[in-house]
């Protein structure tokens, strides 16, 4: 525990001293801070358009970051060597990639936690309420960050950032469609249906992580849902991080 | 003792090292010798516990280097190393002596001595981005010692140091006997090699060709002299 602590420290370091978070950091403000004026010209609907912008808006730009900078965490540990300084230490391999899940997952936490004080903000001065259910939303979302954090971790164990970056937004895409292809299937059955399936059941169903819509259109959310869904999102990381940590293990340095 | 029983290796089907038995006492300082791509960074790499051979045993102090235990006693330096570039010098100190067993309390004191000890008192404040190769030899240097190994292990450690520097490492080395350490270092400056080494072993082509004490094998030549001929007459 103690060196996978360490280690996250230092990858937490490595996250927030990147001058490119900050670029992208920023982009994401003044996006979510423009809701403001796209919500002002709405026709009565601003509310509406901030959440839904807003929601938006964090998850996209917090999926950008994780996705880019999780794609050459460990590839650049093996390309610069800078891992022969860790690994001739006393630390393990699992130890490794423990922790600098953890040390991205806690530096995306807390840009989430940026640009969601700038929301709340807005929204509590447009709505004069807190958006708990906003909050709710915001969280289930960083359970699918952090599957795309272990995701990217996996790929960048044995592929460059370009060939890694693009397999996370294929499976950005399919995660998200799965439900969407599965009933289309189911109506139609047939052979095909068993091929997806077996897609279905081995890809992230992304939509368990989506409350946005829920929370626009002020539906019912349901405690067991959220509950399962977490469970889901961490098991689905538990395997994708023992898969990155097999991984590094055959690799020769 | 290090203590290395007929290890092979191979890389995409080609044999790297081929049954390379070594015997290193503890307290000594062990130069490994050989021309560029005989299998001497292969060899480290596996006495770290970095990699595994694909046949053969290494035991560093009766133990797989493999095993965390062990590696708390070993310190190595890399060729060429490369540190993080988001840290400072007393930051990568810190961190590496952290992720070692910790017989040391991490105090700033006790890094800025370190950091004295390798010549770079002035820089542990500055990002290693702007070290110098020179400054990034030393500090590599440093992250090997700082923990206080009994096992050193040095891959190409005077390269790219001014003569100052060399000797300074030299100077280091040497203190670093007198403490009782093993010290296991590849190097192609063979007239450094010559001063310090109490034994080399020479490699070519992933095969030891010598192990012993310097004198006997340079007899009346230098070791330069000595080392080009056993090269030559090895690949005739």
Redesign the interface.
């Known amino acids: 525990m103690r060196?996978i602590a360490?280690?996250a420290k230092?990858t937490l370091?490595?996250v927030i001293?990147?001058k490119i978070l900050y670029s992208i950091l920023g982009f994401a403000l003044l996006f979510i801070l423009s809701t403001l004026f796209l919500g002002s010209i709405s026709l009565g609907e601003d509310l509406k358009v901030i959440r839904d912008l807003g929601l938006a808006g964090i998850y996209i730009f917090s999926l950008i970051i994780a996705i880019f900078m999780g794609t050459s965490l460990i590839y650049k540990e093996i390309d610069?060597?800078?891992l022969?300084?860790?690994?001739?230490?006393?630390?393990?391999r699992s130890e490794f990639i423990i922790g600098k899940f953890f040390g991205l997952f806690v530096g995306l936490i807390i840009t989430v936690l940026l640009m969601s004080i700038i929301y709340f903000l807005i929204v509590a001065f447009k709505g004069g309420v807190f958006d708990w259910r906003g909050l709710i939303s915001i969280s289930l979302s960083l359970i699918e960050i952090a599957i795309f954090i272990s995701l990217s971790i996996l790929f960048s164990t044995f592929s460059k950032p370009l060939a890694s970056t693009i397999y996370s937004v294929l499976i950005l895409y399919i995660g998200h469609s799965l439900n969407m292809v599965m009933s289309h299937f189911e109506k139609s059955g047939g052979i095909s249906l068993y091929a997806v399936k077996f897609v279905y059941y081995i890809f992230p169903n992304l939509e368990k992580f989506n409350l946005r819509n829920l929370v626009i259109y002020d539906a019912a959310i349901s405690g067991v849902e959220i509950t399962l869904s977490v469970l889901y999102g961490v098991i689905y990381c538990i395997v994708l991080l023992l898969l990155a940590i097999w991984s590094l293990r055959k690799q020769?340095? | 003792m290090i203590r290395v029983e007929k290890i092979s290796k191979s890389?995409y089907g080609q044999k790297i090292v081929s049954n390379l038995t070594l015997s290193i006492k503890k307290g000594e300082v062990f130069g490994f010798l050989g021309p560029n791509g005989a299998g001497k960074t292969t060899t480290i790499?596996m006495l770290?516990?970095?990699?595994l051979p694909d046949s053969g045993s290494i035991l560093v102090d009766d133990n797989s280097p493999t095993q965390?235990?062990t590696?708390?006693k070993?310190g190595?330096m890399?060729e060429n190393?490369?540190?993080?570039d988001?840290?400072t010098g007393i930051?990568l100190l810190k961190?590496?002596n952290?992720?070692?067993?910790g017989k040391h309390k991490t105090d700033l004191k006790f890094l800025e001595s370190t950091l004295k000890q390798v010549g770079l008192e002035n820089a542990g404040r500055k990002m290693i981005r702007e070290y110098s190769k020179g400054m990034k030899q030393r500090l590599g240097l440093a992250?090997a010692i700082i923990?206080d190994p009994d096992y050193i292990f040095l891959d190409e450690p005077l390269d790219g140091l001014d003569p100052i520097g060399r000797l300074e490492i030299k100077e280091i080395v040497k203190v670093l006997k007198g403490r009782g350490k093993t010290v296991f270092f590849n190097s192609h400056i063979l007239s450094d090699v010559e001063e310090i080494c109490d034994e080399i072993g020479i490699i070519n082509n992933g095969r030891l060709m010598y192990m012993g004490e310097v004198d006997k094998f340079r007899g009346n030549k230098t070791l330069e002299e000595a080392f080009v001929e056993a090269i030559r007459k090895g690949e005739k």
Do not use: A, M, W
Not at chain 1, 84 to 92: C, D, E, G, N, R
């Open positions: 060196n360490i280690i230092n370091k490595e001293r990147d610069k060597r800078t022969f300084i860790t690994l001739s230490k006393p630390v393990s020769e340095l | 890389f790499k770290v516990g970095l990699n965390k235990n590696r708390s070993i190595f890399p190393p490369y540190f993080y988001h840290l930051e961190f590496c952290d992720l070692s067993v992250q923990h």
